[in-house]
Nanobody, 116 residues
Framework: QVQLVESGGGLVQPGGSLRLSCAAS????????MGWYRQAPGKQRELVAA???????NYADSVKGRFTISRDNAKDTVRLQMNSLKPADTAVYYC??????????WGQGTQVTVSS
């Protein structure tokens, strides 16, 4: 019943920007945190950014100063604004939700490719 719908991925040149969005719906009960992970070919999945229900944020060191995460609690939606993109940012990005029962839910993933 839980569904996470991601949008905003695509191809962009180095230095460009993309905006990812994720909307949660279904029987999640209550959301404690939402965030984004990414996985590049041959690498482990890593946390990119997360935001809790009270607004606390956490960013990977590699994206600090370039990415901004925000959340609309009323709509159960999380957004990731990605600026100054680098080829190293190329990966599949996954939306993640942590609910109040400490269960995790995942989106299907959206491809972000940074290339000239």
């Amino acid at each position: 019943q839980v569904q996470l719908v991601e949008s905003g991925g695509g191809l962009v040149q180095p230095g460009g920007s993309l905006r990812l969005s994720c909307a949660a719906s279904g029987s999640i009960f209550s959301i404690n945190a939402m965030g984004w992970y990414r996985q590049a070919p041959g690498k482990q999945r890593e946390l990119v950014a997360a935001i809790t229900s009270n607004g606390a944020t956490n960013y990977a060191d590699s994206v600090k100063g370039r990415f901004t995460i925000s959340r609309d609690n009323a709509k159960d939606t999380v957004r990731l604004q990605m600026n100054s993109l680098k080829p190293a940012d190329t990966a599949v990005y996954y939306c993640n939700v942590l609910n109040s029962l400490w269960a995790n839910f995942w989106g299907q993933g959206t491809q972000v490719t940074v290339s000239s």
